[in-house]
């Protein structure tokens, strides 16, 4: 593991399992401000660590008055550091520091208005006293005393909304700034940040990018570096990045499985070539993966031979690279958030996420994460930084197993065009009307499923494709993005007019949760 030198984090996330403690972080990063995310049983050990010099308690599923529920090192209190508590957070504040809270019969979920009470910096030009605002709300417990040293300032129809310990620079919110149907909610958190903890807006991608060469640098020093490459936007910009720290000494290995868009392959080496001046090896895998996908039709297995045959050709391929001793991989943020419930147990697995990272292991490598820190939009922003042209940094994201896991049950090369094929006018579609950037991702489904049709004077009996698009900021959650009736109706025809196979087109309009953002 890449290990940078020590340094301060200037604001500390405590993660008591909300569901919307990436939102937080995120909030802040677009600020400007740096912050990571910490477990509540480790925070008084991360503030020696990280000096930060502002903390926020995230919201939580538990309740605060329950003896096992989560709870903070009391010493924090004493740190001398500004915290902000958010829902969960705010009431074990409360019941922390003698104050108390309850199960509330006045449950609030969404959207509810506050009015203010008192005049404070946290609502400072933004909040007048008296004034109402909407709010997001989502709790079932209610603080009914606050401590001592605290005032409420402010309420919402039926509960305490805010309250503040002036000396102590502690506040505590019932409802979600970091939720955009908060509607001062980022001014909130920037009063926090900035006018009471007085931190300095220095997070910008191009310092990180300056740094994080001096230190990609000195680690490899003269050694080589190899590296998965497969056309999306985190390993491009990986690549790009080791690339413009150490030269020609990466090497990239691109592994076809087949399971790629139209022509992708082509793309692929063409931009790389484009764009870097380190070497790429491509390597065909094509015959191999279709062989042992020979009817496969559980999605979990599907994924789980694509992940074992991938990794096996990759280390096929690296071992012929003399000189080796680091492997560098694309993970985000969010992966390694998600990786750890709060806890620190595993959280349910909906599906394996193919990734290679049983690879450093087998091939006795030291691992290279340089964007471990990111978001996927600060990553787009380095690729920018690093002059990578729009077609990289601007693609949606596309799933390690490829077009395997959108061609429910058994897959055939006869498919896989027929896939590849709708795509292709999908996408060009999108970018002709200008759409593509509006989505966050888009892509079609070829479905086990036949029908009867009726096409010039004939019968036809051919599958479904299902056309998806959502948007979405991590794609952890979805909405649907809507097309025009035109649109729709239009790519309908041109999918069932040129694709030789199909018949039939579906328009998923479901979000996630409830479903995924695939199908498989
Ligand atoms: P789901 O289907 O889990 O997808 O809602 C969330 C996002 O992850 C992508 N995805 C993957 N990405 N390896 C990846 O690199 C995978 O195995 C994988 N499976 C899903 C998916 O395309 C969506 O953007």
């Given amino acids: 593991m890449l290990k940078k030198n020590k340094k301060n984090v200037p604001v500390l996330v405590v993660d008591f399992g909300s569901q919307t403690t990436q939102l937080i972080l995120r909030r802040i990063r677009e600020i400007g401000v740096y912050c990571e995310v910490v477990s509540y049983f480790s925070i008084i050990n991360k503030i020696k660590e990280f000096k930060p010099k502002a903390i926020i308690f995230s919201g939580g599923p538990s309740s605060a008055f329950e003896r096992f529920s989560p709870k903070v090192d009391k010493k924090v209190f004493k740190a001398n550091i500004p915290i902000l508590g958010i829902c969960y957070g705010m009431q074990i504040i409360c019941e922390q520091l003698n104050g108390k809270v309850k199960k509330t019969n006045k449950r609030e979920f969404g959207k509810a208005h506050i009015k203010v009470l008192k005049k404070n910096l946290l609502f400072k030009g933004n909040l007048k006293v008296s004034s109402k605002s909407q709010v997001w709300m989502s709790h ?36 979600h700034p970091e939720v955009n149907h908060t509607l001062k909610g980022k001014h ?4 926090f940040i900035l006018n009471i903890c007085k931190i300095k807006q220095d997070w910008k991608i191009n310092n ?19 590296c998965g490459l497969s056309g ?16 020609g000494q990466l090497i990239c290995i691109f592994v076809d ?62 071992k ?15 992966d390694v958030i998600e990786s750890k419930k709060i806890d620190g147990s595993k959280q349910q697995i909906i599906k394996s ?62 498919k896989i065009n027929i896939l590849k094929n709708v795509d292709h006018i999908y996408i060009n579609e999108l970018k002709k009307y200008n759409l593509y950037n509006k989505i966050w991702q ?42 025009k009736e035109n649109f729709i109706k239009s790519l309908a025809g041109k999918i069932v007019g040129q694709v030789k196979g199909v018949n039939r087109v579906l328009y998923d309009i479901t979000s996630k949760p409830p479903a995924t953002i695939e199908w498989e």
């Fill in 188 to 191: 909130l958190i920037r009063n």
């Fill in 257 to 318: 499985h087949g399971l790629l868009r139209k022509d992708e392959e082509k793309e692929v080496m063409q931009n790389f070539k484009n764009y870097t001046n380190a070497k790429i090896i491509y390597v065909n895998a094509k015959n191999l993966f279709i062989k042992k996908l020979k009817g496969v039709k559980n999605p979990e297995r599907k994924r789980k031979i694509i992940g074992r045959e991938f990794i096996k050709v990759f280390e096929t391929e690296a």
């Fill in 320 to 334: 012929k690279i003399k000189n080796v001793k680091f492997l560098a991989q694309g993970t985000l943020y969010p």
């Fill in 353 to 414: 996420h193919h990734n290679v990272g049983g690879l450093p292991k087998r091939l006795n490598l030291k691992l290279i994460e340089p964007l471990r820190e990111l978001f996927k939009d600060e990553v787009r922003s380095l690729g920018k930084e690093l002059k990578l042209p729009d077609n990289i940094i601007r693609r949606h994201p596309f799933p390690g197993p490829g077009l395997a896991i959108r061609i429910p049950g058994e897959i055939t090369s006869k």
């Fill in 442 to 483: 888009a892509f079609c489904v070829l479905l086990p499923i036949r029908s009867v049709g009726v096409m010039g004077d004939s019968r036809s009996y051919e599958f479904t494709v299902s056309v998806r698009a959502i948007t979405s900021k991590d794609g952890m959650t979805a909405e649907v993005f809507y097309f």
């Fill in 232 to 247: 999306g936007v985190d390993s491009s910009v990986v690549a790009a990045l080791i690339n413009k720290a150490v030269g």
């Fill in 208 to 226: 990180f990018l300056e740094e994080q060469t001096t230190i990609i640098k000195s680690i490899v020093g003269k050694n080589r570096v190899i």
């Fill in 140 to 175: 079932g417990d209610e603080v009914v005393n606050i401590p001592s040293g605290f005032e409420i300032i402010a309420k919402s129809e039926d509960n305490i909304a805010a309250i503040s310990n002036i000396k102590k620079k502690i506040y505590g919110l019932q409802f």
